[in-house]
């Protein structure tokens, strides 16, 4: 089991910069990888970006440039920098865990979410 509490989100105005903070329940070398996702109203929930045991990452085309995610392995956390926000990236924010028990087959666990707002 793995509980995930994000925190940071809120309101910002275009051009202007968010920090997300995910606190993770266990040791972040016992989960294979760390992401966030995020979910606008009306649409599916999208990949943000990831990171891997090994600290490699993966970004979203979108977002690529402009956010950063990064990890502190000795607080259990996850971190996603937002910079240059923009109306769009307007949503609600979800921290996620995957464990792969075999090379085909994993859990994922989920954060509550944290709203990002994005408006002048």
């Known amino acids: 089991q793995v509980q995930l509490v994000e925190s940071g989100g809120g309101l910002v105005q275009p051009g202007g910069s968010l920090r997300l903070s995910c606190a993770a329940s266990r040791s972040l070398f016992s989960i294979d990888v760390m992401g966030w996702y995020r979910q606008a109203p009306g649409k599916q929930r999208e990949f943000v970006a990831g990171m891997t045991s090994g600290s490699s990452t993966n970004t979203a085309d979108s977002v690529k440039g402009r956010f950063t995610i990064s990890r502190d392995n000795a607080k259990n956390t996850v971190y996603l920098q937002m910079n240059s926000l923009k109306p769009e990236d307007t949503a609600v924010y979800y921290c996620?865990?995957?464990?792969?028990?075999?090379?085909?087959?994993?859990?994922?666990?989920w954060g509550q979410g944290t709203q990002v707002t994005v408006s002048s």
């Open positions: 996620n865990a995957r464990v792969y028990s075999t090379p085909q087959v994993f859990k994922d666990y």
